[in-house]
């Protein structure tokens, strides 16, 4: 059974081996995508699976990339790092939390540079989901301080006209 | 043709350009540092410190009031990074922020660190930097 990597950082799978052939037929797959194969937990582009070599030639010329929302390859550049929305996230909303977001954001660019893209993608989330974090605790405290002022302002209009 | 990624898009600028103006014309006509129902910065609430962001909308009401002196001292961070970034990416034109050297970003994370901690010193050059 094999496992893919899709574009969206999914994993997809597992399925056999038809499953598989299915899928690169109609571009879904193709030679730079990563596979896991049977009885591996390493993530190797699909063009070191000899077993669906034959296939993978004229579907790597015929079909230049993946259509957008397809499971596939995806190019190192475009595994998004988060940086400036941690940027943002550590200025406006929370420091340390975005702290967290900015250093998952350098691993991204770190593990790309090292070649290990299974790991880029497991910073990319993460910086993904720290940025989530950080803007929805600046977002809470902040309702709250405003529901505090609001009771505050209602309670100096009450005394002012002695209500 | 305008295809529904597209659409979506263009919608999301539509709505960043459209809230930056209001923001901008609120900045404008009330003073942060005179109304409360601004944000507040919650390491600020929290620890009575200033965290690299502080003065920031401070800073904004003042550069839209065109005096820069003070919106420099409120916050001189973005004075700082806005052109050198700027420059760097025209220069290097990165494909992505992905493709970023590791050590530009890690450098970038040094600067915003190292401002925070200098802005809380309590000796006297530092001070300047505390809105």
């Not at chain 1, 070599?53 to 596939?72: F, I, K, M, R, T």
């Not at chain 1, 702290?99 to 660019?109: D, E, F, L, P, S």
């Not at chain 2, 942060?32 to 909308?57: D, V």
Request: charged share 10%.
């Amino acid at each position: 059974m094999y496992k893919i990597l899709g574009t969206d950082q999914k994993e997809y799978g597992p399925v056999s081996a038809d499953q598989l052939r299915q899928w690169i037929r109609e571009g879904r797959a193709n030679s730079q995508t990563l596979v896991q194969g049977p009885n591996s937990t390493e993530w190797k582009p699909l063009n070191s699976f000899p077993e669906v070599g034959d296939l993978l030639a004229p579907v790597a010329s015929s079909v230049p990339g993946p259509a957008p929302g397809y499971v596939g390859s995806q190019p190192a550049a475009d595994i998004p790092n988060y940086l400036w929305q941690s940027i943002v996230a550590t200025v406006c909303c929370c420091l340390p939390l975005g702290i967290a977001a900015i250093v998952y954001a350098g691993q991204v660019n770190t593990k790309l540079a090292l070649g290990d893209i299974p790991g880029a993608m497991r910073a990319s989330r993460n910086a993904r989901m720290w940025c989530w974090i950080a803007f929805g605790i600046g977002i809470l405290v902040n309702s709250l301080y405003a529901l505090y002022f609001l009771g505050r302002f209602a309670q100096g209009f009450s005394d002012a006209f002695q209500l | 043709m305008i295809s529904g990624f597209q659409g979506r898009r263009i919608l999301w600028w539509v709505a960043v350009i459209v809230a930056a103006a209001a923001g901008s014309v609120m900045l404008y006509f009330f003073a942060p540092a005179e109304y409360p129902f601004y944000p507040k910065c919650l390491f600020h609430l929290a620890t009575g410190l200033s965290c690299p962001g502080c003065g920031s909308l401070r800073a904004a009401h003042s550069l839209l009031h065109g005096d820069f002196a003070a919106a420099f001292r409120f916050n001189p961070l973005p004075f700082v990074l806005f052109p050198i970034t700027g420059l760097a990416w025209i220069i290097y034109r990165p494909a992505s922020l992905t493709s970023i050297p590791p050590k530009w970003v890690w450098a970038l994370l040094g600067v915003i660190i190292g401002f925070g901690v200098l802005r809380n010193l309590p000796v006297a050059p530092f001070t300047y930097l505390n809105p």
